[in-house]
């Protein structure tokens, strides 16, 4: 089975991607350049690169196989073991062997494998679509007149400017003049009397000030200051401290916390992953999640340091191993 393709796809979303047991290719980042013998603009990219030293199982590529032909891990792990078996062989023939898009490898000499990467491939995602171009210089141009072409605006603008500060100078001050002078006297001044208004409202007017001297007079409540009541049996409490890492709260001796190791949407995945941890040594269950997902357990503690510690313990054999409170 040929997995360039599941490759190539990783190498748009990821810096490395590693074929177990064989190596890795690294995507090494380029701005955008400008090649000035030749006037050419160039995009951003990102090549590729091979290195023969990470040849670790990461899981990345494995999981992308699994997932897009709908088989377990264990089955995709072997299609990529025989994939990288039937490669190797090749190099040891003295063949070329060729990546769609990537590049080729090719044993040297010394039997050292060589990679040639693909100068036109591209797996920068923001240079989607971009191309390198060309732009040549326009002939007969003088940047020198157009540096004194926008002195001369300069100097133009700078005169401009004097006149409209001469202006303001003068009229300035005439307008505060006459603010002065009419705040002074009565020429804003409207000259509505209350004689003038309508009857109505001027005996509403009456009226309203008649009711709030007799209010005032009679000793009202609304003269008075508010009075604030103290809640009683009110105990405040101190403020709580920040926490610095998240803890589970145990709510009674019944809760259970419990190790899991994975989560599969899957229920035969969970059970390779079951069978793993009984060749381990351990007696795991699998419970399944109120979202559909397998869940497989590795212990259970009714503790929640122990349960941290067995956590901490398992977590470079088995990355991602988090705790989960059960009741």
Known sequence: MN?????????????CVIIPGFGGFVGNYTPARIDRNSATFYPPVKRISFNRNLNHNDGLLISKISESLKINYSDARYKVEEFVKGLLDRLARGEQVGFDHIGSFVNNHENNVQFEPDKDANYHLDSFGFESFQYMPVEGYDVRKRILRHMDKESVRRSSMRKIMWRAAIVVPILALLVAVSLQTDLFKTGVETSSMNPLVTAEFESNRTALESELNTGSDITKEPVILAPENITVQPEETAVKEPVLT????EVEFCII????????????????LEADGFVPEIIQASNGFYRVIAMKYDNLTKAISAKDSLLKKYPGTWISKKK
């Open 3 to 15: 997995i360039t393709a599941f490759i190539r796809e990783l190498l748009f979303s990821h810096d």
């Open 250 to 253: 145990v709510t009674g001796p």
């Open 261 to 276: 190791i994975g989560s599969f949407t899957e229920e035969e995945n969970a059970y390779t992953q079951v069978n793993k």
